[in-house]
């Protein structure tokens, strides 16, 4: 699922306050490193 989508909500940025109470690093990979790590060419083949 690629559920919440932030920017369709009146002000995405304020979705960052509602993981306040999650680790920083929970956050960074919500935020950041999910996608970056599915948006990123393999370096390796896969399999």
């Known amino acids: 699922s690629d559920w919440p989508h ?3 909500i ?3 940025r ?4 509602s ?3 999650l680790p ?3 956050v960074r ?3 950041r490193d ?5 948006t990123t ?5 896969v399999g």
């Open 6 to 8: 932030t920017e369709g």
């Open 10 to 12: 009146a002000e995405p």
């Open 14 to 17: 304020s979705y960052l306050d």
């Open 19 to 21: 993981l306040a109470a």
């Open 24 to 26: 920083e690093d929970d």
């Open 29 to 31: 990979k919500i935020m």
């Open 34 to 38: 999910n996608a970056l790590q599915l």
């Open 41 to 45: 060419p393999a370096l390796q083949p």
